[in-house]
């Protein structure tokens, strides 16, 4: 794929995140008036957030190139029963660039000390590719912090992706700039970002970081706390990765049992007709999650689902 066919996916995604969110955004109520925004500096970092809704706390992470408004109707349906935290990551959204380097464990460090900031002691965190990347990464090096972890649409190596994926990710640079300053995706930063004029260094962070290579499969044996793996069924990941990254933290080894003796805390779920540019905002996406990230374990029984149907 050449550079302009990439930017050409890149702008169908921008405008998946602006139709999408816009075509279901009447299917649940919250206003800014109910959202507490603001700005937190954490490791020298000025982070912008959002917190929405009442219950327990819920850090929820966007995707790269993108911001907290792409969660869209996702995010109203979360903030529900549970009380979230969005936050516009490093260099994206309202959140400027600095001369640092974009870098996920950086990242994970700068989301624990954002909670802590913010005066939570442990929250349950949710992130969708890049954002599911600095949530990993969270729980990795500060495991203290996380109550259960939902990953969505993520990997734990490189290698994860789809080989023709990977040339694409490196092509990511300014050199793309112009082009892309006439797609939504532009456009969504412009209107929100601290200086616009940072996007072309922020192509640049993002390409760097891209084309780095990682193998995190050691780290991921390190988890504790329940774990949910969220795919689409068309995803940018291999099959075969995701199964792996299931079994490494324990899931799919082996027969449930009878009684569930066997079960593994953890979750896999693959959503239908989904892919890696629509999964986050698909309205299946809180209900697979929500269940999950509340501790809700109890399955019903047949007869209270033939009850459910009758």
């Given at each position: 794929?050449?550079?302009?066919?990439f930017?050409?996916?890149?702008?169908?995604?921008?405008?998946?995140?602006?139709t999408g969110?816009?075509?279901?955004?009447?299917t649940?109520?919250?206003t800014?008036?109910?959202?507490?925004?603001?700005?937190?500096?954490?490791?020298?970092?000025?982070y912008?957030?959002?917190?929405?809704g009442?219950?327990?706390?819920l850090?929820?992470?966007?995707g790269?190139l993108?911001?907290?408004d792409?969660f869209?109707p996702?995010?109203?349906a979360?903030s529900?029963?549970?009380?979230?935290?969005?936050?516009?990551?490093?260099g994206?959204?309202?959140?400027?660039?600095t001369?640092?380097?974009?870098?996920l464990?950086?990242?994970?460090?700068?989301?624990?000390?954002?909670v802590?900031?913010?005066?939570?002691?442990k929250?349950?965190a949710m992130?969708?590719?890049?954002g599911?990347?600095?949530?990993?990464?969270?729980?990795?090096?500060?495991?203290?912090?996380?109550?259960?972890?939902?990953?969505?649409?993520a990997?734990?190596?490189?290698d994860?992706?789809?080989?023709?994926?990977?040339p694409?990710?490196?092509?990511?640079g300014?050199?793309?700039?112009?082009?892309?300053?006439?797609t939504?995706?532009?456009q969504?930063?412009?209107?929100?970002?601290?200086?616009?004029?940072d996007?072309?260094?922020?192509?640049?962070k993002?390409?760097e970081?891209m084309?780095?290579?990682?193998?995190?499969?050691?780290?991921?044996?390190t988890l504790k706390m329940?774990?949910?793996?969220?795919?689409?069924?068309?995803?940018?990941?291999?099959?075969?990765?995701?199964?792996?990254?299931?079994?490494?933290?324990?899931?799919?080894?082996?027969?449930?049992?009878?009684?569930?003796?066997?079960?593994?805390q953890?979750?896999?779920a693959?959503?239908p007709?989904?892919?890696?540019?629509?999964?986050?905002f698909?309205?299946?996406?809180?209900?697979?999650?929500?269940?999950?990230?509340?501790?809700?374990?109890?399955?019903?029984?047949w007869?209270?689902q033939?009850?459910?149907?009758?």
């Amino acid at each position: 794929m050449n550079k302009r066919s990439f930017i050409t996916m890149l702008a169908a995604v921008a405008f998946a995140v602006v139709t999408g969110g816009t075509a279901m955004a009447d299917t649940t109520k919250t206003t800014k008036t109910d959202v507490k925004a603001g700005y937190a500096e954490v490791n020298g970092v000025n982070y912008y957030y959002e917190i929405s809704g009442t219950g327990e706390p819920l850090l929820l992470l966007h995707g790269g190139l993108g911001a907290i408004d792409m969660f869209g109707p996702v995010l109203r349906a979360l903030s529900k029963n549970r009380q979230v935290i969005a936050v516009d990551l490093y260099g994206h959204g309202r959140t400027a660039l600095t001369d640092r380097k974009m870098s996920l464990i950086d990242m994970g460090d700068d989301m624990a000390g954002l909670v802590k900031q913010l005066g939570y002691g442990k929250v349950d965190a949710m992130g969708y590719s890049m954002g599911a990347g600095v949530a990993f990464r969270l729980a990795v090096q500060h495991p203290d912090v996380v109550r259960r972890l939902a990953l969505v649409s993520a990997g734990y190596a490189q290698d994860g992706f789809y080989p023709e994926m990977l040339p694409m990710q490196a092509q990511v640079g300014a050199g793309m700039a112009d082009v892309m300053k006439q797609t939504p995706m532009y456009q969504a930063y412009a209107a929100v970002a601290p200086k616009v004029e940072d996007f072309p260094e922020l192509l640049d962070k993002m390409g760097e970081w891209m084309r780095k290579p990682y193998d995190w499969a050691d780290d991921v044996k390190t988890l504790k706390m329940p774990v949910m793996l969220v795919y689409g069924d068309a995803d940018m990941y291999r099959p075969e990765h995701i199964v792996k990254f299931y079994q490494l933290l324990g899931g799919g080894l082996k027969d449930a049992g009878w009684m569930r003796e066997n079960m593994s805390q953890n979750r896999l779920a693959i959503i239908p007709n989904r892919t890696h540019y629509d999964v986050f905002f698909a309205p299946e996406l809180a209900q697979t999650t929500l269940p999950f990230l509340n501790g809700e374990t109890k399955v019903k029984t047949w007869d209270e689902q033939v009850r459910a149907v009758d």
